[in-house]
């Protein structure tokens, strides 16, 4: 059982780490609720090495027993259900690992992890993950040779390729619909030039900035609370420090629409068809709401088919944004042969006291017809921090971040030999 991995979910990111544990040698269970799903990833070649478990993570009784079957867990369930199996990891005295935000819940269970001798590893994936391990890179190297870091600006996002970018959206789901639409929520938080600015999510999208990487021009605007960063990362000397996601431009303007006309909202839809939901959301008929959209908004809605009076299947008592989530997963996916973009850069202003100098980071991949971008960078880091606990190679008990040394150089290092690699700029 030494090796023995458990896999939670079989979703859009799980193909390269399920590859590159079979690579590694692993005995791998996935469950999963689409063991066709899991079989396709797995392939005919790694059957005799994996077994495929159809599970409701809902069940305790049946996960908990997995779990104790096994040296170590990767969640790759919803963000919120990783708490419920980070109790039966304790429970059992195994590590886990996942690629979301750590909430304040599970920062809860840091005492109890401690006491069992557990690991409790998260964000672990791309943002948040790569982005952890590659700034902490540049900032222990600075501070290994007496500088400090004065402003520090960080931004990722996942898109469609240009070629790939064919709708009004500009966008396409790489990842969870509905934890793009949720995250779409937050309010925001992040310190410039010395002052902190707080945004309600109303606001988050008022101030858009132009961010130019490899010729391509996105829209970036704050990620969350980005303060919390100045004491992780050990910036208390920077005056600027923003975390910031990039989309192709129009996303923010569209996201507001959503946000105004009530489509966000977790109310039941009650009705059978998206106009008369658009109707009773906004309060306002299809006639007002066409003359009183910008025309861009009206081509996005009826892209989607929201201002649509015929019937939809499975509408009525869904929410409304978990509604909405689906038909844009519908309508906004990855067609065959088409090929989804990441792109991540840091921004940092370095110091010695005397002079100041700049440094870019920045990783640009693109998905191919083996996987997407998107499921490389969050599959293969997950991936490859299990095989290093595993392996002993990085130790730690309690809930934890990827910001150690011993952890996010070899992890970077694998990292750069599978092309996932960051490249770093000095600049004037």
Same mark, same amino acid.
């Given at each position: 059982? *030494?090796?023995?991995?458990?896999?939670?979910?079989?979703?859009?990111?799980? /193909?390269?780490?399920?590859? #590159?544990?079979?690579?590694?040698?692993?005995?791998?269970?996935?469950?999963?609720?689409?063991?066709?799903?899991?079989?396709?990833? @797995?392939?005919?070649?790694?059957?005799?090495?994996?077994?495929? @478990?159809?599970?409701?993570?809902?069940?305790? =009784?049946?996960?908990?027993?997995?779990?104790?079957?096994?040296?170590?867990?990767?969640?790759?369930?919803?963000?919120?259900?990783?708490?419920?199996?980070?109790?039966?990891?304790?429970?059992?005295?195994?590590?886990?690992?996942?690629?979301?935000?750590?909430?304040?819940?599970? $920062?809860?269970? =840091?005492?109890?992890? %401690?006491?069992?001798?557990? +690991?409790?590893?998260?964000?672990?994936?791309? =943002?948040?993950?790569?982005?952890?391990?590659?700034? &902490?890179?540049?900032?222990?190297?600075?501070?290994?040779?007496?500088?400090?870091?004065?402003?520090?600006?960080?931004?990722?996002?996942?898109?469609?390729?240009?070629?790939?970018?064919?709708?009004?959206?500009? #966008?396409?789901?790489?990842?969870?619909?509905?934890?793009?639409?949720?995250?779409?929520?937050?309010?925001?938080?992040?310190?410039?030039?010395?002052?902190?600015?707080? %945004?309600?999510?109303?606001?988050?999208?008022?101030?858009?900035?132009?961010?130019?990487?490899?010729? &391509?021009?996105?829209?970036?605007?704050?990620?969350? *609370?980005? +303060?919390?960063? %100045?004491?992780? #990362? /050990?910036?208390?000397?920077?005056?600027?420090?923003?975390?910031? !996601?990039?989309?192709?431009?129009?996303?923010?303007?569209?996201?507001?629409?959503?946000?105004?006309?009530?489509?966000?909202?977790?109310?039941?839809?009650?009705?059978?068809?998206?106009?008369?939901?658009?109707?009773?959301?906004?309060?306002?008929?299809?006639?007002?709401?066409?003359?009183?959209?910008?025309?861009?908004?009206?081509?996005?809605?009826?892209?989607?088919?929201?201002?649509?009076?015929?019937?939809?299947?499975?509408?009525?008592?869904? $929410?409304?944004?978990?509604?909405?989530?689906?038909? &844009?997963?519908?309508?906004?996916?990855?067609?065959?042969?088409?090929?989804?973009?990441?792109?991540?850069?840091?921004?940092?202003?370095?110091?010695?006291?005397?002079? !100041? %100098?700049?440094?870019?980071?920045?990783?640009?991949?693109?998905?191919?017809?083996?996987?997407?971008?998107?499921?490389?960078?969050? /599959?293969?880091?997950?991936?490859?921090?299990?095989?290093?606990?595993?392996?002993?190679?990085?130790?730690?008990?309690?809930?934890?971040?990827?910001?150690?040394?011993?952890?996010?150089?070899?992890?970077?290092?694998?990292?750069?030999?599978?092309?996932?690699?960051?490249?770093?700029?000095?600049?004037?």
């Amino acid at each position: 059982m *030494d090796n023995r991995v458990l896999m939670l979910g079989s979703g859009l990111v799980a /193909g390269p780490a399920i590859d #590159y544990l079979l690579a590694w040698g692993a005995p791998l269970t996935i469950a999963t609720d689409d063991a066709r799903r899991a079989e396709a990833l @797995v392939g005919g070649a790694a059957q005799g090495q994996t077994k495929i @478990v159809e599970l409701d993570a809902a069940d305790v =009784d049946a996960l908990g027993q997995l779990i104790a079957e096994h040296a170590l867990t990767i969640s790759l369930l919803p963000a919120q259900m990783h708490t419920s199996v980070a109790d039966l990891c304790i429970e059992q005295q195994r590590s886990l690992i996942n690629a979301s935000y750590i909430s304040e819940e599970m $920062r809860a269970r =840091d005492s109890r992890a %401690r006491q069992r001798n557990v +690991l409790i590893l998260g964000e672990v994936g791309l =943002d948040p993950g790569i982005d952890h391990m590659s700034t &902490m890179a540049v900032i222990d190297q600075a501070k290994a040779r007496g500088e400090t870091v004065l402003s520090f600006r960080s931004y990722c996002g996942g898109l469609p390729a240009p070629e790939s970018n064919d709708n009004p959206w500009g #966008y396409k789901f790489s990842w969870s619909p509905l934890g793009v639409l949720q995250a779409s929520k937050n309010a925001a938080r992040f310190m410039r030039d010395g002052e902190i600015v707080e %945004r309600p999510c109303e606001q988050v999208f008022s101030e858009l900035e132009p961010l130019t990487v490899e010729g &391509m021009t996105f829209e970036a605007y704050p990620n969350r *609370d980005s +303060l919390p960063y %100045r004491s992780l #990362y /050990g910036l208390t000397s920077a005056e600027t420090v923003l975390r910031a !996601t990039l989309r192709w431009p129009g996303w923010g303007e569209s996201i507001d629409a959503l946000r105004d006309l009530g489509l966000l909202s977790d109310r039941l839809a009650e009705a059978d068809n998206w106009a008369t939901v658009l109707e009773r959301c906004a309060g306002r008929d299809l006639g007002s709401l066409r003359a009183q959209l910008a025309p861009a908004i009206v081509e996005r809605l009826d892209f989607l088919g929201l201002l649509a009076a015929e019937p939809c299947v499975g509408l009525q008592g869904q $929410r409304v944004i978990a509604a909405l989530a689906a038909r &844009m997963a519908a309508r906004l996916a990855f067609s065959p042969g088409q090929s989804d973009l990441v792109v991540m850069q840091h921004l940092f202003r370095i110091g010695d006291g005397k002079a !100041t %100098r700049g440094l870019t980071s920045t990783l640009v991949a693109r998905g191919d017809q083996r996987a997407s971008a998107m499921a490389r960078t969050v /599959g293969l880091p997950v991936a490859i921090a299990a095989r290093l606990v595993l392996e002993q190679a990085y130790h730690a008990v309690g809930v934890q971040l990827p910001l150690s040394p011993q952890l996010y150089r070899p992890l970077l290092a694998e990292l750069n030999a599978s092309g996932v690699a960051l490249v770093e700029q000095e600049t004037p």
